[in-house]
C-alpha cells in the first residue's frame, strides 16, 4: 500500500525538525514502512496495517505540534507508543488552568495576575471588553494571546489588530518607505507579540492570506468585522469620532478587545481621547465589561513598577500641576 499524507506548508519545518531529524526517527520506529518526505508530500509505503497505523499516529503528532508549538523526540517516542489516541494533550509539567495558549517552542504563555486571570475570564463570557491600565500590564500580550488560542481553537476564523497611527499627520510623509513602511513602527508592539506565540513560517502565511491582519484605525471605517477576533491598542489615542466608528464594525460572532492606557494620551490638546468617553457612556452595557489594571499587574522590569508609581504620586499632587513643566528644578 502506498499513501501520501499531505502537510500544511506552515508547520513542515517543525513537523520534520532540523535536519529532518525527526522523519529520521519516525523511519526507526516503522522500520517495516518506506517513508519519503518531498516538500510538504508524505509517502508512506508499506503493509496496510502498517502504513494505517502510522498514519493515525502522524496525525496526533501534529496535533500535538498545533496545540503546543513543539514536537521534540521525546514527544514522538511518547506519542508513538501510546495507546491512548489524546496523548498529544497531555503535559503534565506545564498543566494549568491559568496557560491561554503554548507559543513559539512550547513557551507557556498564561494570566499571571489576578487582574490579568479576570482578562481571560471576562473575554469568555462577554463579546467585547476594555482593558484599561499603566505601560507593561500585559494588556496587550495577554489579548493576542487570546486571539491566536481563538484562531487555533478555529472559534473565529481571522484576527484583526489595529492601533491609531497618532503621529499620521505630516510627520508621518518624511519617514523613507512605502505606507506599510511609514506604518510599520507603530504596529511594531503587535508583531512582537505575534512573534512571540506561532512559528514565523506560519505567520506570514497567516498574514499573507489575510488570516491574520495588522492595519492603522483608519483602514476599518466602512467595514463590518465577522467571524473575527478583533483588537484595538493603545486606544487612548483614539479620538471619540474614532473609537465610536471602531466599536460599530462589530459583526457576527466577533470578539472585540479594546487595550489602553489613560496616562499616556498623545492626542493633541484640542482632541478628546475616545477611550476615557467610552468608559462613562458604555459602562452599564451588558455584554461589555470593563477591567481596570494598575501597577500590580506590571510583568516587566520590576523598576517599571516604581516608575509607574512615582509618576502617579507626582501628578496627584496639587503643588506640582501648578509648576511650569519646564522648569527644571
Known sequence: MEKTIYIDQAIVVGIYGKNNRNIDLLRNIYSKLKIVA??????????????????????????????????????????????????????????GEDIILYGREGKVIKAITPNQKRLVECLSQNDMVFAIGPAGTGKTYTSVALAVRALKNKQIRRIILTRPAVEAGENLGFLPGDLRDKLDPYLQPLYDALRDMMPMQKLLSYMEDKTIE????????????????????????????????????????????????????????????????????????KGIKFIFLDNKDVVRHHLVTKIIQSYEKWENNPENKSTNKNNFK
Not at 79 to 88: G, L, M, N, R
Not at 252 to 272: E, H, R, V, W, Y
Request: glycine fraction near 4%.
Open 214 to 285: 495588522i492595519a492603522p484605525l483608519a483602514f476599518m471605517r466602512g467595514r463590518t468585522l465577522d467571524n473575527a477576533y478583533v483588537i484595538l491598542d493603545e486606544a487612548q489615542n483614539a479620538t471619540e469620532s474614532q473609537l465610536k466608528m471602531f466599536l460599530t464594525r462589530m459583526g457576527k460572532n466577533a470578539k472585540f478587545f479594546i487595550t489602553g492606557d489613560i496616562t499616556q494620551i498623545d492626542l493633541p490638546k484640542n482632541q478628546s481621547s475616545g477611550l476615557i468617553q467610552a468608559s462613562k457612556i458604555l459602562k452599564d452595557i
Open 38 to 95: 518531498r516538500g510538504n508530500e508524505l509517502k508512506i509505503m508499506g503493509a496496510d496495517e502498517e502504513v494505517a497505523l502510522f498514519e493515525s499516529r502522524f496525525q496526533l503528532l501534529c496535533a500535538h505540534y498545533e496545540h503546543f508549538e513543539r514536537l521534540t523526540e521525546t514527544d514522538i517516542l511518547n506519542i508513538t507508543a501510546s495507546e491512548d489516541e489524546h496523548f498529544y494533550l497531555l503535559d503534565s509539567s506545564k498543566a
